[in-house]
T-cell receptor
Framework: QQQVKQSPQSLIVQKGGISIINCAYE??????FPWYQQFPGKGPALLIA?????SEKKEGRFTISFNKSAKQFSLHIMDSQPGDSATYFC?????????????FGKGTSLLVTP | GAVVSQHPSRVICKSGTSVKIECRSL??????MFWYRQFPKQSLMLMAT?????????EQGVEKDKFLINHASLTLSTLTVTSAHPEDSSFYIC???????????FGPGTRLTVT
């Protein structure tokens, strides 16, 4: 079963706009929530990650918002650029330091138009 | 940051043959590595957890006799697809927790095509 639900499946944003991707999870044991960016034919690359002790984390144009009570987290891409066009995956894991595997969402295909 | 490599990047094989894919952590040791499979336009699905010095742990529905995993050292895990069939054609990706276990580093993936 899908332990992490991601939406939307696809997203089109104009250059300079804000891209927002949402994820929800059920397992309260999850304590690590990363976002990955994947280009066609490449492996996923870590963008940004958050742990449940904070509600927001920002790195450059990328921000994760985390709502522990709602068991939801989202990725915001500010000032979206055509080079951001890729597939984005949210994921969740428990006890990442113990080497537990990541549970991935189904992915969001983002297209940023010029 | 930490680097994980995979070899080969692409492989084409005939039905019934076996193919070995290597996953290496280049600048850190990994007692655990993970193998994922990704079909076109789909998410990554965990196949198995590779453990150095012990047997791999397979996810439900993954045939351990078909997908042989060997974690030969602290920097190398191999996935062998035995008696490959066209339905095994996929993108296989490995990952390893970083030195502090704080994040997972993914390899570049291996595109397997079985004809």
């Amino acid at each position: 079963q899908q332990q992490v639900k991601q939406s939307p499946q696809s997203l089109i944003v104009q250059k300079g706009g804000i891209s927002i991707i949402n994820c929800a999870y059920e397992n309260t044991a999850f304590d690590y929530f990363p976002w990955y960016q994947q280009f066609p034919g490449k492996g996923p690359a870590l963008l940004i990650a958050i742990r449940p002790d904070v509600s927001e984390k920002k790195e450059g144009r990328f921000t994760i918002s985390f709502n522990k009570s709602a068991k939801q987290f989202s990725l915001h891409i500010m000032d979206s650029q055509p080079g951001d066009s890729a597939t984005y995956f949210c994921a969740a894991s428990r006890n990442i330091n113990s080497g537990y595997a990541l549970n991935f969402g189904k992915g969001t295909s983002l297209l940023v138009t010029p | 940051g930490a680097v994980v490599s995979q070899h080969p990047s692409r492989v084409i094989c005939k039905s019934g043959t076996s193919v070995k894919i290597e996953c290496r952590s280049l600048d850190f040791q990994a007692t655990t590595m993970f193998w994922y499979r990704q079909f076109p336009k789909q998410s990554l699905m965990l196949m198995a957890t590779s453990n150095e010095g012990s047997k791999a742990t397979y996810e439900q529905g993954v045939e351990k006799d078909k997908f042989l995993i060997n974690h030969a050292s602290l920097t190398l895990s191999t996935l062998t697809v035995t008696s490959a069939h066209p339905e095994d054609s996929s993108f296989y990706i490995c990952s390893a927790p970083g030195g502090q276990g704080s994040e997972q580093y993914f390899g570049p993936g291996t595109r397997l095509t079985v004809t």
